[in-house]
C-alpha cells in the first residue's frame, strides 16, 4: 500500500462527460460483450483524446505522477470520478499509441505505485458504492451521490480493471518473459517490442501482482494462486526489490491459502514476510516502512487463526511478536468450542482485505447488497465451526496411548457416536495439502498434525510424531553472530 | 504425488484454452462451461476448476445465472469432500444469495423453489458431511424429496458418496462395528457385505468389519527430522570466501 499522505492530487487530463464510458483497451477483452455488461462504450478514446494527451511530454510526466497518488481521504464522487477517467486516459495511451510510448520511468518502485494505487482505488470506490447501496433505506443518505451512482455503473467496472490488468501483461509479454527466466533463459528474446522496454515490463509485472489482489478480493482464491504461476516466489523476485510489493504479495497468497484451507501453507508465507519485516524494520524507517505497519498487525492476525487450526511451532521472534498482539485471542481460539467463534469472527473481519462485488450494486433492492466482507466470513465460518471440537479432542488424546471411546465420550460429556464424529472431523483435517514444488496450486497431502490415531473398535490408538531438535537454525545464528 | 488443484485428467483441450486465456470472461463462454457441467454430471467426472470459472462468469453477468447449473456445482462439489471445493464454490456466490440460504437455518426455508432454498439445502448435507454425520446424511438425502431432487442430474451420486465415506473410515480406523458402518454407508444386508467386501477389500467378521492395515490407519509414532539444506549454509560458505585467510 501506498502511504495515504496529505493531497496533492492533481488533474493533468481536463474533465471528460461523465457519461462517457472509459474503457482502456477495445481490443482485446471487451469487444464481444460489452453490450451484455452494459457498456455504451461507442465513441473511443480517439474521439476525445487529442484535448487530454497533447501536451507532450511533461504533461505525460504530470499524469504519471498524478497515477501514483493517492486521492485524499474523503474524496468527493466527482473526484472519484475524474480519477477514473484519467487512469482511463494513461493507460489507453500507454498501451494504444502508435508503437511504445517512450519515456523514462520516474523510479524503479512507480510502476508498482501506479498498479497498487488504482487497484486501491478501485477497491474502495465498490466498497463505498456498496456502502451507500446498501445505506440508502436506512439512513439519510445523499439522494445526488446514489443517482450519480446509479446513473454510472461503469465507472470504476470491474471488467475494465481487469481489462487493464490484462492488457498490460499482453503488452508487455510479461508471462513469456517470466517463463523464459524460470527455464534459466535469457527473457530478452521473449519481450518483444513493448515488453523490452522497462516502462512496460514493470508496469506488466506488478499487473500480475495486481491481478492476484483483484481475484483474492472477488473471492476467487483458487485463480489469485494460479495468477502467480510465472512468478516465484523468492527472494530475487522482482516485486521483493519494492517492500510494499513484496509485503502485498506474500499477504494475498497467504490469504488466499487460508481460504483454500491450506494453512500450512499460509502459514509459510505469513511467516517469510514477517520475519523479513522484522529484520529489515531497522533499515526501512522511512514512508515505506509506516504504511505497512497495520498490514503487519492484519497479518498476525491471520497468523494466529492459521495456527488455531493448523498447531506449529512458529519461528521464535514471530511467536513473541504474535503473543504480544494477539496472545489471549489465541488462547481462545486454541481452546476451541463454540466460546471461540467470535474471535475468529473478530480477527478475520479486522484482517480480511475489503471483498468486493464484480457488479454495481443493486439500487432498487437495498436489502440485496450484502457486505462481501460479511460473505467471506460467513463462508469461513462454517469452517471454523466444523472445527471448533477438533482441539478438544486433541488435548485428550495427547494424554493417552489407548483409550476406550466411551470412556473419553464420559470425560468429554457427549455420546459416543457424537465423539466418533469428532475423531474422524479432526483426522480428516489433520490431513492438508502442502506445496513442494511447482505451481502454487500444487502439493502433496500430508499428514500435519503431531498426533495420529486410528480405532480398532471402540479402541482409539494413539501415536505421537515427535519433532527432533531444530538446530540448523541455532547454529547459524549464532555462528552469524560471532562474524 | 499430489495433484495440482487446477488440474483435470479429463478436461477436454478447448475447455482448457478458454480456461487459460481471456476468454474466460467473455459471456459467449457461459454455455460452453454449463454443457461441460452437464457432462460431468453424466459421466462422473469432475472439474472443479473450470466449474469455478463458469460460477465467475455468473458473479460477473448475474442474469446469465442458471440456477440448476448453479446447484448441479454445488453438488458435484460435495463428491468430493473434504477438500475446500464447496467453500470456494460458496465463495463466488451472489452475496444475497448465500445470507438467504443462511438465514433460512434458523428462521425457516426460503420461498421454495429458489436458489437461495437449494443453496440453504445443499450447505446443511456439506455441513453434514463434513462434520462426519454420515448417517444423518443419508437420512436427510432420503427424508426429503426435495434433496433427491438435488442430486438428481449426478449420476452415481450415493455411489460416489459411499466410497468417499468409506475411504475416510479406512483412514482413521482398524476395524468398526457393523451396524455403525451400516448406518454410515446406508447399505445394509448382502449388498453390504458385497460392498465392503468387493469394492473396499474390506473382510466382515461377525459384527466387526475389519480394514486392512494402510499408511493412515497405523497411528505409528514418527519422529519428525529437520530437513536441512544446503543453501541455508550460502551466507556462511559466501562468507568464508570473502575473508581473508
Not at chain 1, 533463459?185 to 516502462?199: C, F, I, N, T
Amino acid at each position: 500500500m501506498s502511504v495515504r499522505r496529505a493531497p496533492t492530487y492533481q488533474q493533468a487530463a481536463p474533465e471528460r462527460p461523465a457519461d462517457d464510458d472509459s474503457d482502456a483497451e477495445e481490443e482485446a477483452l471487451a469487444n464481444d460483450y460489452k453490450e451484455q455488461v452494459g457498456y455504451q462504450d461507442g465513441q473511443g478514446y480517439d474521439l476525445d483524446r487529442s484535448g487530454s494527451l497533447g501536451g507532450g511530454p511533461q504533461d505525460l510526466q504530470a499524469q504519471l505522477q498524478a497515477a501514483a497518488t493517492p486521492l485524499e481521504y474523503g474524496a468527493t464522487i466527482e473526484a472519484k470520478t475524474q480519477s477514473y477517467d484519467s487512469y482511463c486516459n494513461l493507460f489507453h495511451f500507454i498501451l494504444n499509441s502508435e508503437g511504445p510510448v517512450d519515456i523514462e520511468v520516474p523510479s524503479y518502485y512507480w510502476a508498482w505505485d501506479v498498479i497498487d494505487e488504482f487497484i486501491y482505488q478501485f477497491n474502495s470506490f465498490c466498497s463505498y458504492r456498496q456502502r451507500i447501496a446498501f445505506q440508502q433505506s436506512t439512513t439519510s443518505v445523499n439522494e445526488e451521490e446514489v443517482s450519480v451512482l446509479r446513473d454510472n455503473p461503469n465507472t470504476w467496472g470491474c471488467y475494465s480493471v481487469l481489462n487493464v490488468l490484462y492488457s498490460l501483461i499482453q503488452r508487455s509479454q510479461i508471462s513469456e518473459q517470466l517463463a523464459a527466466r524460470k527455464r534459466g533463459e535469457d527473457p530478452a528474446p521473449y519481450a518483444g517490442e513493448y515488453g523490452s522496454r522497462p516502462l512496460y515490463q514493470m508496469l506488466g509485472y506488478f499487473s500480475v501482482i495486481g491481478l492476484l489482489r483483484v481475484h483474492c478480493l472477488l473471492g476467487d482464491f483458487s485463480l489469485a494462486l494460479k495468477t502467480l504461476d510465472d512468478i516465484e516466489l523468492n527472494k530475487k523476485a522482482m516485486f521483493a526489490r519494492v517492500m510494499a510489493a513484496n509485503f502485498t504479495t506474500y499477504y494475498y497468497v497467504g490469504f488466499s491459502y487460508m481460504m483454500m484451507h491450506r494453512y500450512a501453507d499460509a502459514l509459510r508465507m505469513f511467516n517469510h514476510i514477517l520475519i523479513y519485516v522484522s529484520r529489515t524494520k531497522n533499515f526501512q524507517k522511512g514512508a515505506q516502512y509506516d504504511s505497512i505497519s497495520k498490514q503487519n498487525d492484519q497479518m498476525y492476525a491471520l497468523v494466529a487463526i492459521c495456527v488455531a487450526f493448523y498447531p506449529t511451532r512458529l519461528d521464535d521472534t514471530i511467536h513473541t511478536a504474535l503473543r504480544e498482539k494477539y496472545g489471549e485471542q489465541l488462547t481462545r481460539m486454541q481452546r476451541g468450542g463454540p466460546e471461540s467463534l467470535p474471535i475468529f469472527e473478530e480477527l478475520f473481519r479486522a484482517a480480511c482485505p475489503k471483498f468486493i462485488s464484480p457488479t454495481p450494486p443493486d439500487f432498487e433492492n437495498p436489502q440485496h447488497n450484502i457486505d462481501p466482507v460479511e460473505h467471506q466470513l460467513a463462508v469461513f465460518m462454517e469452517e471454523v465451526k466444523n472445527n471448533m471440537y477438533s482441539p478438544t479432542v486433541r488435548s485428550y488424546l495427547k494424554l493417552y496411548t489407548t483409550m476406550d471411546l466411551t470412556k473419553l465420550a464420559g470425560f468429554l460429556e457427549v455420546d459416543a457416536d457424537t465423539l466418533r464424529n469428532w475423531l474422524l472431523v479432526n483426522k480428516q483435517r489433520s490431513r492438508q495439502v502442502r506445496h513442494s514444488e511447482g505451481g502454487l496450486l500444487e502439493g502433496d497431502i500430508v499428514n500435519s498434525a503431531d498426533l495420529d490415531y486410528a480405532m480398532q473398535g471402540d479402541l482409539i490408538h494413539v501415536a505421537e510424531a515427535k519433532v527432533g531438535r531444530r538446530l540448523v537454525d541455532w547454529y547459524l545464528r549464532n555462528l552469524a553472530r560471532a562474524y | 504425488m499430489g495433484v495440482a488443484f487446477d488440474y483435470a485428467p479429463e478436461r477436454p483441450e478447448s475447455i482448457d484454452t478458454i480456461l487459460n486465456g481471456l476468454d474466460r470472461y467473455n459471456p459467449e463462454t457461459t454455455g460452453v462451461f454449463q454443457e461441460y457441467v452437464a457432462q460431468q454430471c453424466a459421466d462422473q467426472t469432475y472439474d472443479c476448476y473450470a466449474n469455478l470459472a463458469l460460477l465467475k462468469l455468473y458473479q460477473f453477468n448475474p442474469h446469465l445465472t442458471r440456477d440448476e447449473t448453479t446447484t448441479n456445482i454445488l453438488a458435484k462439489a460435495l463428491t468430493v469432500f473434504p477438500s475446500p471445493d464447496f467453500s470456494l464454490c460458496l465463495s463466488l456466490l451472489p452475496p444475497h444469495i448465500y445470507a438467504q440460504a443462511k438465514l433460512s437455518q434458523q428462521s425457516g426455508p426460503p420461498a421454495s423453489g429458489t436458489l437461495a432454498e437449494a443453496v440453504s439445502h445443499l450447505c446443511i448435507l456439506h455441513t453434514q458431511l463434513n462434520s462426519a454425520q454420515y448417517a444423518e446424511f443419508w437420512n436427510t438425502i432420503d427424508g426429503d424429496d426435495l434433496y433427491a431432487d438435488l442430486v438428481a442430474d449426478i449420476q452415481g451420486f450415493e455411489e460416489i458418496m459411499r466410497v468417499r465415506i468409506a475411504v475416510v473410515v479406512s483412514q482413521c480406523m482398524q476395524e468398526v462395528q457393523r451396524d455403525v458402518l451400516e448406518s454410515w454407508l446406508n447399505v445394509r444386508g448382502s449388498k453390504f457385505d458385497n460392498f465392503v467386501r468387493e469394492i473396499c477389500g474390506w473382510s466382515v467378521d461377525g459384527s466387526v468389519v475389519k480394514i486392512p492395515l494402510n499408511k493412515e490407519n497405523e497411528a505409528r509414532g514418527t519422529v519428525v527430522r529437520e530437513s536441512v539444506k544446503f543453501e541455508q549454509f550460502g551466507r556462511m560458505v559466501k562468507r568464508a570466501y570473502e575473508q581473508p585467510a
